[in-house]
């Protein structure tokens, strides 16, 4: 038996999640699916084609009754259509309140899945099994569920946690190196907003090929530190859970603003990490050397350290009307070392101009 590293997740549901090498092949071994009346798989077309074959033979042959929900690629599959066809689905499969949904795939599969799940017959179990780097360091654990609504990213949603979540990072071995960077933007925000070690892990790294141990190393890590995190701040109440967001202000700007459209989250997380820095910095909380090691680090993994030609004054348009600012005021996360973010400053915004002028320049 392959054995999985295990992280107790203690949330309003205990949520056990399972990191490991090779997990995927013997799924029956890492999650009791006796309880449960039938399964329904939800994957997309490209997982469905790598890996959806050998989830649903493992599921069959618990016996249970089997079925397939498959959604197209891709964040336009985020939608309160696809939701509407998945409770069609369930509908027309008689699928009961003792029903496992298992979502196999990235943070879209994830996201819709859990939603699904969340609001089906109000509330009915879901497995996480995530394929992307992303989804396992991030968008798996942790609970938020929902689909994008009227252009705007996760509009419509839930806090519903997922029953387990089983990290295979053998998985990760057919992911195309785009989608493994923006993973690793994920990964050098938990580094620099909170794991110093993570930190130096990846700064000794010559190149992107990262080995099965080494994924297994830093999924890991970065699982135990959103745990942690989500533990302490489940639904986003107490501001804790904020410091999951560093780099994502400026990121979410930058991803509403047109001319940064083609590029993906983990790029806009990528620059918004660096303006972060930067403002951090002119605000004398971060020495300037830590500003630089951050840009080479970024810019090893091939990810962007600025956005030229995007206009500063759209970005910042952006940041007033982001969902997460409170009462007119954004509480941004701050960094004042590496592995030391601070939530819930707030900056001029003269400051923040000054700084995207730079990065747009
Ligand atoms: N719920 C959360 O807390 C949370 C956190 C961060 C991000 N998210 C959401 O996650 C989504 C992005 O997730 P993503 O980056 O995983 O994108 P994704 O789900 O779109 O997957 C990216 C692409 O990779 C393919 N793919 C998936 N696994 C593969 C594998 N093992 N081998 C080859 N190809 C594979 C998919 O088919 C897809 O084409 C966004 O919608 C974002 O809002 C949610």
């Known amino acids: 038996m392959k054995t999985g590293h295990i992280i107790k997740l203690e949330t309003s549901r205990q949520c056990p999640v399972t990191v490991g ?5 013997h799924l029956e071994e890492h999650f009791d699916f006796s309880g449960y009346s039938s399964m329904v798989l939800i994957t997309d077309t490209i997982v469905h084609r790598l890996y959806g074959r050998g989830v649903l033979a493992t599921l069959k042959a618990t016996g249970k009754k089997v079925s397939l929900f498959t959604l197209p690629t891709g964040e336009r599959a985020k939608s309160l259509s696809t939701v509407e066809r998945g409770y069609k689905f369930l509908l027309s499969n008689n699928v009961d309140r003792k029903c496992l949904i298992c ?10 899945a859990g939603f699904i799940a969340a609001s089906y017959l109000r509330g009915i179990d879901y497995l996480q099994l995530p394929t992307t780097l992303l989804a396992q360091v991030d968008s798996s654990l942790g609970g938020k569920v929902g689909v994008n609504f009227k252009g705007k990213k996760n509009m419509v949603g839930s806090f519903y946690q997922p029953t387990a979540v089983i990290a295979d990072v053998a998985l990760l071995q057919s992911l195309p190196p785009a989608e493994m960077r923006h993973g690793l933007a994920e990964v050098i925000k938990y580094a620099i907003a909170m794991d110093e070690g993570l930190y130096r892990i990846l700064e000794r790294k010559e190149d992107n090929d990262f080995s099965a141990a080494e994924l297994k190393d830093i999924v890991r890590r970065c699982c135990r530190l959103k745990a942690g995190i989500v533990e302490i701040d489940e639904t986003e109440k107490t501001g804790q859970r904020a410091i999951l967001n560093f780099g994502h202000t400026v990121g979410h700007a930058l991803e509403a603003v047109s001319r940064f459209k083609g590029k993906s989250h983990g790029e806009a997380v990528a620059v918004g990490i660096i303006a ?3 403002i951090s910095q002119r605000l004398g909380i971060l020495k300037a050397d830590d500003v630089e090691r951050i840009k080479k680090l970024i810019a090893k993994f091939e990810l962007p350290t600025s956005c030229p ?5 759209a970005l910042i348009n952006a940041i007033r009307f982001d969902k997460k600012t409170t009462l007119g ?7 004042k070392g590496i592995g030391k973010g601070i939530t819930d400053q707030t900056v001029a915004e003269e ?6 002028e730079e990065l747009c320049r």
């Open 276 to 278: 972060v820095a930067k």
């Open 329 to 335: 005021q954004t509480r941004w996360v701050l960094v």
């Open 309 to 313: 030609g995007v206009s500063p004054d």
């Open 103 to 112: 979502a196999l795939g990235g943070g879209v599969v994830g996201d819709t």
């Open 351 to 356: 400051v923040v101009g000054k700084v995207l």
């Open 21 to 25: 090498d090779g997990l995927i092949e």
